[in-house]
Every structure is written in C-alpha cells, then in structure tokens.
T-cell receptor
Framework: DVKVTQSSRYLVKRTGEKVFLECVQDMDHENMFWYRQDPGLGLRLIYFSYDVKMKEKGDIPEGYSVSREKKERFSLILESASTNQTSMYLC???????FGTGELFFGEGSRLTVL | SQQGEEDPQALSIQEGENATMNCSYKTSINNLQWYRQNSGRGLVHLILIRSNEREKHSGRLRVTLDTSKKSSSLLITASRAADTASYFCATASLLLKANSKLTFGKGITLSVRP
C-alpha cells in the first residue's frame, strides 16, 4: 500500500515558536505538496516541490518555508508560529510529470494549534 | 485562489438514495478529480476525468464533465451510511505553467442517514 506519513497528528505550540512538520512518502514520487485546510476555506496550497531541493510557492506561502533534501521527505517550517496558523496541515505526493495529470496521495494530516 | 466551487455545500439523504454533487470551475482544465475525506482524516482520491472525457464510472461512482459549461457532477448510487464524508473536486488548470497544481474547492458535506 502506498503511504504518506506525517510525523505528528496533533501539535500544540506557543506563539513565536519554530515548528517543523515532517512528511515522508514511500512511493518514490517526484512531487510533494503542503496544503492547509480551514473550515469554510477548503484546501489551500502552501508550497510544493517537484524534485529534490526544488520548491515553488503555492497560493499562501507567507509565514512558511519548506525543505526537500531527500526525495522521500518534505518538511514544512513555521519560522515563528502565530495564532492564525492554527490549522490542519495536509501533505500529499504524486508521481505525475505535470501535477494535474495524476492523483494525489495524502497523509492523515497534522492538526496544529498555536496558543 | 479557489478554482472549483462545489454545490450544494451540504447534502443529507437516506441510505439507498442517490447523491448528486456538482462542481463548477472558471478556467480551462487538464483534468478534474474528486476526493473524499472522512472526518479528521486525509483526503482519498476517488476518480479522475480528463478534459476530453465526458463520463467515467468507478463502482457506485459516476462522474460527468461538461467543459462547455465548465462543470462536473459526482453521482453516488445506492448510498450507504459509510459514504458519509466530505467530498472535494479539484482541477488542474491549463492556464498555469507546465508543472500545474491541483486547486481544490471548499467541499460538500454528505450525510447518509441509516
């Protein structure tokens, strides 16, 4: 079975803390994504990566950065967490040459609360 | 920016009935996909329909695509209580650069009453 694993299901952090959300996929996929999901807003793309060490901004990259040092791992970093970053974070991967030509495989999500 | 807009926002039906969910989008697409999400979990891919296809089936799922109206519908036949979930349409736009991204709608909450 294909698998996308997010390191933490639930996190509680304080304002100003640095937060790392880790995502690992075991499918040898080239493409990896970070979305955030908020009630009434659906899924919004934060960053994506189509190759090791490559990254591109999505729709809402402000306040976030990412790292892709290895093909299987894509990390989302909140340099200084703020309360408006309280959300569900979803990692996904795909093997499509162009993202839109293939299905995304999602992790179970990481629910982050920033106090 | 949100590309797909699902309709209705919420749907409640009796077990055994059919559920129809609609998605409209604004720009030309490469393909359209439907996903399902159980409460508090990740999304699961259901079906993909390409821009040159009009209808696709997978088990109890039937998806149609009308590119002239920029709309798609997802039909779940003979619904079961286990179909209770949120459903999202996602589009891959042709107008973006080659490595295009999927843009998701806000989702439809389906409740199937036993």
């Amino acid at each position: 079975d294909v698998k996308v694993t997010q390191s933490s299901r639930y996190l509680v952090k304080r304002t100003g803390e640095k937060v790392f959300l880790e995502c690992v996929q075991d499918m040898d996929h080239e493409n990896m994504f970070w979305y955030r999901q908020d009630p009434g807003l659906g899924l919004r793309l934060i960053y994506f990566s189509y190759d090791v060490k490559m990254k591109e901004k999505g729709d809402i990259p402000e306040g976030y950065s990412v790292s892709r040092e290895k093909k299987e791992r894509f990390s989302l970093i909140l340099e200084s967490a703020s309360t408006n970053q309280t959300s569900m974070y979803l990692c996904a991967s795909s093997s499509a040459r162009g993202f839109g030509t293939g299905e995304l495989f999602f992790g179970e999500g990481s629910r982050l609360t920033v106090l | 920016s949100q590309q797909g807009e699902e309709d209705p926002q919420a749907l409640s039906i009796q077990e055994g009935e059919n559920a129809t969910m609609n998605c409209s989008y604004k720009t030309s697409i490469n393909n359209l996909q439907w996903y399902r999400q159980n409460s508090g979990r990740g999304l699961v891919h259901l079906i993909l329909i390409r821009s040159n296809e009009r209808e696709k089936h997978s088990g109890r799922l039937r998806v149609t695509l009308d590119t002239s109206k920029k709309s798609s519908s997802l039909l779940i036949t003979a619904s079961r209580a286990a179909d209770t979930a949120s459903y999202f349409c996602a589009t891959a736009s042709l107008l973006l650069k080659a490595n295009s991204k999927l843009t998701f709608g806000k989702g439809i909450t389906l409740s199937v009453r036993p």
